[in-house]
C-alpha cells in the first residue's frame, strides 16, 4: 500500500491545468453576463466578445475561421451533431447510405446505430490487425447513396492514427461528407483545416486538461447540417442553450497551454512503458500500430491474466490504467476494439491501456512497470493458461 | 481509497486459498465463459470410502471476483461429501464473501460450476456415465441456468428473461424478454449461445430479443 497515487487513464479523464481554472474564473465571478446580441448591454456585449475570443483561439488551432466552430458540451455531444445533423439536413434526398469503422468510439458508434433505426443503411469499414481501416474496402463501400463517412483520427483505447488526408481525399473525389472524431488527437498531432479536405471534426477539451463538459465541432463553411436539439440560436444556430462561457475560455487555454515539448515528452513516456514491459515481462503483445498512434497511448496485452486482476492489483499501489476486459465494461462486452482487430476474448482480456498526460513523470514509469512484472507473475502463477500438465488448454500466443 | 469489492473479497483476491493443480487429481473440470473471457479450474481428490473431497486446488484466468469466487469455494468443498459440495451454491459463495456485486454474477459462477464439473468428472470416471438423452426444453432450461442475468445476480431463467423456448430439426430458438439494444443483451446473447451450442444434437442456436 502506497499514498502516492500515479494516474495513466488520461484518454478518460486528465487533470485540469491550474492555468485554464485561473483563465476561467472571471467567467464565474466577475463577468458572468450571458453573451448577448450585438444590441445587448455592456456586460454581455464583453461576455460575447469572450466568447468569440475562445472561438478564435480553438479554431486557429486547426487552421480553421471562427465560424467554422460550434462549442458543444463534449465529443459525445459533437459527434452526435455531425452525424445526426447532416442526416436531418440531407434528408433522405441525397441517399439514406452512412459508413464508419469499427474501432469508432461510442458516440460515433451509437449514433451511426441510432440512425441505422431510422431507415438509414450504416457499412462499418474493416480495419487491419493495427487498427488501420482498409482503405480499398472504404473505397468499395461508397456508393451513389452516400451522404457521409465517419473515420475518427486517433483510437480512444488502442491509439492508432488513421491517414484522415487520404480518406478526406477520398470522400472528395466522391463527393461525400467526411467527418473525424479527433478527440484524443487534438493539440497532439496536427490538423490543419486547410490542407485536409475533412469537413467535420469532433473535439474535446477534457482530454487536454481542459474542464469536462466543453467539447467542440468544426464545420467546414458550406456543409449541410442542421441542429438536433431544440431551443434559442446560440453557436450559428446549430447548437441551442446559453453557452458555457468559462468552458469555452477553459477549453481556448487548454489548447494555449499544449506545446510541442510536451507532446515529445510524452512519446518518450510512451515508447519507455513499451519497451519496460517487453525487456521486463514476458507473453505480452503491443495492440495498435507501433508507429503510427498517438503519442500518449500503449496499449498492451498480458497473456494468460485477465485486466480487471491487474487494474484491481495496481490500484492497490495507487496505480490508476483502464482494461479492455469484459470484466471492467458497463455492458460485460469485450472492447469492440480488440475485437475488430483480433477478433478474440483473450487479446481484449488481458489488454491494459496507459495513457500520459503533462502530470505523469518518467519515474513513474518505471514504478509502474516493477509492479506489473510481480502482479503478472502473480496472477500466472494462479492462471490455468500456459502451463503445461495442468488441466486447462493453452492458448497459443 | 475506494475499491470495488469489500474487505472479504479483497483479502480472497490478494491471497487466494488453496491455489494450483493436483497431480493426478480423481476430478477435474475447467469451467470458462465465453462471453466474459474467464475461466477457471477446479481439481479434487476424494476418500472413495467416504466420498468426501479430500483435497481441492484451483486456478484463475479470470477478474477479482471469478479469483475470489474460486478461492472461497474451496474452502467451503473441503472435507464435504460430493453430495454435499454438488450443492453448494453462487449464493453460498457469495454470502460467505460478504457479498459479490450481482454484475458479477457471471464471472464468479464460474467456480460454482467447476467445482460441480469436476465432481461430475468424478463420477463419470468412476462408472456413472450420463447417456446421450435428446434435447428437450427441459435440457434448454437446465442449461440457460447458467447464464446469469447480470442485473439481478440471479440467473435468466430465475429472472424471468426467457420468453420461449422452441427446439425443432436441431434449432433451438430462444427469445429473450429484453430490447435487442439493452445495455447487456450482447453479453447475455452470447453467454447463452454458447451455452447451448455444445449440445450433441443441436446444429444451430438463434436467440431473439422480444422488444
Known amino acids: ?397 | 481509497m475506494t475499491f470495488p469489492y469489500n474487505e472479504i473479497v479483497l483479502d480472497h483476491f490478494r491471497n487466494p486459498r488453496n491455489v494450483g493443480s493436483l497431480e493426478n487429481p480423481d476430478g477435474k473440470a475447467t469451467e470458462g465463459s465465453p462471453a466474459c473471457g474467464d475461466m477457471v479450474s477446479v481439481y479434487i481428490n476424494v476418500d472413495q470410502a467416504t466420498q468426501t473431497i479430500t483435497d481441492i486446488k484451483f486456478e484463475s484466468y479470470g477478474c477479482a471476483s471469478n479469483i475470489a469466487t474460486g478461492s472461497i469455494i474451496t474452502e467451503l468443498a473441503k472435507g464435504k461429501t460430493l453430495e454435499e459440495a454438488k450443492h453448494i451454491t453462487w449464493k453460498e459463495a457469495s454470502e460467505a464473501l460478504g457479498g459479490l456485486p450481482p454484475i458479477k454474477a457471471h464471472c464468479s459462477v464460474l467456480a460454482v460450476e467447476g467445482l460441480r464439473s469436476a465432481i461430475q468428472n468424478y463420477e463419470e470416471k468412476h462408472g456413472l456415465i450420463a447417456d446421450r438423452k435428446p434435447t428437450t426444453e427441459e435440457t434448454v432450461v437446465q442449461r440457460l441456468k447458467r447464464v446469469m442475468n447480470p442485473m439481478k445476480g440471479l440467473d435468466m431463467v430465475a429472472t424471468q428473461l426467457v420468453k420461449s423456448i422452441e427446439i425443432k430439426d436441431g434449432i433451438i430458438r430462444v427469445v429473450v424478454d429484453l430490447p435487442e439494444d439493452h445495455q447487456f443483451a450482447a453479453s447475455i446473447k452470447e453467454e447463452a449461445k454458447e451455452r447451448l451450442e455444445n449440445l450433441w444434437d443441436v446444429k444451430q442456436v438463434i436467440i431473439e430479443f422480444s422488444k
Request: charged share 25%.
Open chain 1, 1 to 397: 500500500m502506497t499514498e502516492q497515487s500515479i494516474y495513466l487513464d488520461n484518454a478518460a479523464a486528465t487533470r485540469l491545468d491550474e492555468k485554464v481554472l485561473e483563465a476561467m474564473r472571471p467567467c464565474f465571478f466577475e463577468n458572468y453576463a450571458v453573451a448577448t446580441s450585438e444590441f445587448g448591454y455592456s456586460q454581455g456585449l464583453e461576455a460575447r466578445e469572450t466568447l468569440a475570443q475562445a472561438r478564435e483561439a480553438v479554431a486557429a488551432a486547426l487552421g480553421a475561421e471562427p465560424d467554422e466552430l460550434i462549442f458543444t458540451s463534449g465529443s459525445t455531444e459533437s459527434s452526435n451533431l455531425a452525424l445526426k445533423g447532416v442526416a436531418k439536413s440531407l434528408g433522405m434526398q441525397k441517399g439514406n447510405h452512412i459508413i464508419i469503422s469499427k474501432v469508432e468510439d461510442f458516440p460515433v458508434l451509437h449514433s451511426a446505430r441510432a440512425l441505422e433505426k431510422q431507415g438509414y443503411a450504416v457499412d462499418y469499414v474493416d480495419v487491419d490487425e493495427y487498427g488501420r481501416i482498409k482503405p480499398e474496402h472504404l473505397e468499395a463501400l461508397i456508393r451513389d447513396e452516400t451522404i457521409l463517412v465517419s473515420i475518427q483520427h486517433g483510437n480512444q483505447e488502442i491509439g492508432t492514427v488513421q491517414d484522415i488526408a487520404s480518406i478526406g481525399e477520398l470522400c472528395k473525389r466522391r463527393k461525400v461528407l467526411f467527418h473525424t472524431d479527433a478527440t484524443h488527437t487534438f493539440t497532439r498531432i496536427p490538423i490543419d483545416v486547410k490542407k485536409i479536405p475533412v469537413d467535420l471534426i469532433t473535439l474535446s477539451a477534457h482530454t487536454i486538461h481542459g474542464p469536462k463538459g466543453i467539447g467542440g465541432l468544426y464545420v467546414r463553411k458550406d456543409t449541410p447540417i442542421s441542429k438536433i436539439m431544440d431551443g434559442g440560436f446560440q453557436e450559428f444556430d446549430l447548437r441551442a442553450g446559453i453557452e458555457n462561457i468559462p468552458g469555452a475560455v477553459g477549453f481556448a487555454k487548454a489548447v494555449d497551454l499544449v506545446t510541442a515539448e510536451e507532446n515529445t515528452r510524452l512519446l518518450e513516456m510512451r515508447d519507455r512503458v513499451i519497451e519496460q514491459v517487453f525487456s521486463k515481462i514476458p507473453l505480452t503483445t503491443l495492440n495498435g500500430h507501433p508507429e503510427q498512434r498517438l503519442p500518449h497511448n500503449a496499449n498492451i496485452t498480458f497473456h494468460h491474466v485477465e485486466g480487471e486482476s491487474v487494474t484491481l492489483h495496481l490500484d492497490m499501489y495507487g496505480i490508476a490504467v483502464s482494461t479492455g476486459s469484459a470484466c471492467f465494461s458497463r455492458s460485460l462486452e469485450a472492447s469492440h476494439v480488440m475485437m475488430a482487430i483480433g477478433g478474440d476474448h483473450e487479446r481484449a482480456h488481458g489488454s491494459i491501456r496507459f495513457t500520459f498526460s503533462r502530470y505523469n513523470a518518467m519515474e513513474e514509469i518505471d514504478f509502474v512497470v516493477e509492479k506489473l512484472a510481480n502482479i503478472i507473475e502473480e496472477l500466472r502463477r494462479i492462471s490455468p493458461l500456459g502451463k503445461t500438465g495442468g488441466a486447462a488448454h493453452d492458448i497459443s500466443v
